[in-house]
């Protein structure tokens, strides 16, 4: 029963978030808030340590030095709670409730500095180019202002797909245009549950998904499909290792 009393960049408080996620539950069928230990920081790139015969190898071979990258927190800000879109959370389709799930896959449109992070492999990061824009109204300006904002470097970001594997207690991250995951397998941040909290008014039994707009159906569906292919191919690849 931890207080959040920490006030969002964008101004939101938790009281806000969960206001926001009523609405979306009233209009959507459900809503959505996600739940993160929130720290500030940046990775530095240090040399590694070497012995004095690996240096001497290393002088006559040419090579340098192998570089690590070791992260600094400078400084924790602790839990924080934000409203997740419904439209960008898949839920487990062979789950007969929505507190039944075995997987949660979250789209998200991050910028950079958000992928500077331990936890990505940041050598397939580079590969990729810019594929999404960081103002989630932009549907709604004038067509002069989304041109401006669509070549303003500022804006690009790109578009990520957190798998939230809550029966195996992992996590992978999917970056979308490299078709590879840039985190897998990584350590779920809580015991049991998951850092998703749902709310919803759904009254007929067994039902995950209330009944979606059309228009945004199809779209979900083609994605989805794409996300379960990938996560499919991952495991194929690493099954002939196990045992």
């Known amino acids: ?3 959040y009393s920490d006030v969002k960049p964008s101004g939101h408080t938790i009281e806000l978030e969960n206001d926001l996620a009523v609405l979306d539950a009233r209009l959507l069928g459900y809503g959505v808030t996600k739940t993160n230990w929130e720290v500030e920081g940046d990775i530095v790139e240090e040399e590694s340590e070497e012995s004095l015969g690996d240096q001497v190898k290393n002088v006559l071979r040419g090579e340098r030095k192998e ?6 927190i400078e400084r924790e800000i602790g839990h924080v709670t934000e409203r997740i879109n419904p439209l960008d959370v898949f839920l487990d389709y062979t789950a007969l409730h929505i507190t039944k799930q075995k997987f ?6 991050v910028s950079k500095d958000d992928l500077r992070k331990t936890r990505y492999d940041q050598s397939k990061i580079g590969e990729v180019e810019p594929n999404a824009i960081l103002v989630p109204e932009l549907g709604s300006m004038v067509r002069g202002e989304q ?5 303003d470097p500022e804006f690009k970001g790109y578009t990520i797909y957190e798998v939230h594997d809550l029966e195996n207690r992992v996590t992978h ?7 590879d995951f840039i985190e897998w397998n990584s350590p ?3 015991p049991e549950g998951s850092i998703f909290s749902f709310l919803w008014f759904i009254e007929k ?20 499909s794409y996300i379960y ?4 191919e991952q495991i194929d690849k690493f099954l002939p290792k196990i045992g």
């Not at 570089?67 to 600094?72: S, W």
């Not at 292919?229 to 499919?232: G, I, R």
């Open 1 to 3: 029963n931890q207080e």
């Open 67 to 72: 570089k690590i990258q070791r992260p600094v």
């Open 104 to 109: 949660i896959v979250h789209r998200m449109r």
């Open 147 to 151: 041109d401006r904002i669509r070549n």
């Open 173 to 179: 991250t999917l970056l979308h245009g490299l078709d």
């Open 188 to 190: 779920y941040p809580v």
């Open 205 to 224: 039994p067994n039902d995950v998904y209330p009944l979606p707009p059309i228009k945004f159906y199809r779209k979900r569906a083609s994605e989805f």
């Open 229 to 232: 292919s990938e996560v499919s």
